[in-house]
């Protein structure tokens, strides 16, 4: 699943029994298995249609909420699953569309716009990610001792940096060898980042209605990552990873994914939904920077490990010997996946030889680079 971009995109059904349907754009047919497709007109406030069977919107005139076909669009694609829920905007004749889509089975049926059988055509995925080893030595520079940028990195293949850092600083890392990996926040509001701080007056206004409650001491705001609001954080989130990979991040660390354990992100809502909806979220991400050729890590949020592992190529961990804790990295173990862990305490050099499990790739935060190497 996934999304892509097209222009002129138009609602038609591609199922002789009405349960399911596509979308068809310049790029092609992309087929939505047992979905319902939802629209609301951006010129007739309020005006949804949709069909309660499974079955899709038709462009033809009289059939959707555009049937002059040329006003634009706005609405989902529920899937089967209702954690499955899909978005597309400003659709509609001559109007470039985001139009996601889930994958479909081979095989799946060509269909007719009235010039002949169209290919079914799902969307793009790069496939050339790369992949870090499991003792993969590795510098911060994003966060961590004195907020980071103290790091040695004269002999580290890993280099996680911040989001904002220039390309070209990125460029003179990889031109050294190093794998360049970068941190952002995935679950929490940053006023200071340009994303926020030199967006228009409406972009402000949607990372502002996603505000739950400030982050204890940081200067950070938890994000709601539940629908309605989900689709909003997805835009906006979305730009965000696109913006790492045109800067070169190899490999993306999303922070604040763990919202289901922390009591002022959670604000009094039911914690068993929040972790479902954390799980969901987490793995949009994962599959987001995957699709843009990125690795992603897994930071902290332990109790869904076992749930995502599969998902995410490596895992980033604070404080788990403090805590002892560290044991709830063996799906990530078992699978030969890289564990990067920050212990914030500085420790003696005998310290890596005495702190058991050594698959973790483990540093201290005293600005000296040290680090265990397994």
Known sequence: ???????????????????????????????????????????????????????SIDS??????????SSACLGYIIGTDPSECFEFTNTGPGVDARCPAVSFPSGSPTVSDGGGPVPS?????????????????????????????????????????????????ISQLRDDGHVVLCYFSAGTL???????????????????????????DWDEWWLDFTKPNLFVLKELMGARLQRMRDIGCQGVEPDNVDCYDNKRCVNKRNTSDLR????????????????????????????????????????????????????????????KKLVMNVEYKAQSPGWCDSRGAPELMSKWCDGNGNICKG
């Open 276 to 335: 479902r909806d954390q799980i969901a979220y987490n793995r949009w991400l994962a599959d987001e920077a995957h699709r843009r050729g990125m690795f992603i890590a897994l930071k902290n949020a332990l109790d869904i490990v076992p749930d995502l592992v599969d998902d995410f190529d490596c895992a980033m961990n604070e404080s788990c010997y403090h805590y002892k804790e560290c044991g709830a990295y063996k799906p990530f173990i078992e699978k």
């Open 190 to 216: 940053e006023k200071w980042r340009t994303d926020y701080e030199d967006a228009d007056a409406a972009t402000r206004a949607k990372w502002n209605s996603l505000i739950i409650k400030k982050m204890g």
């Open 60 to 69: 033809a005139p009289g059939n959707s909420a555009c049937s002059d076909r």
């Open 1 to 55: 699943m996934g999304e892509v971009y097209a222009t002129a995109a138009e609602f038609v059904s591609c199922s002789t029994s009405g349960k399911g349907g596509a979308i068809y754009s310049t790029t092609g047919w992309l087929q939505i298995e047992g979905s319902k497709f939802i629209t609301n007109s951006a010129e007739k406030s309020g005006d949804n249609v949709w069909s309660s069977d499974g079955g």
């Open 121 to 169: 055509q799902g969307p793009t995925v790069e496939t050339s990610i790369y992949t870090p080893p499991q003792d993969a030595s590795w510098s911060l520079l994003a966060w961590g001792w004195n907020n980071g940028g103290q790091d040695d990195v004269t002999s580290t293949l890993i280099v996680d940096v911040d989001h904002e850092v220039s390309a070209g600083e």
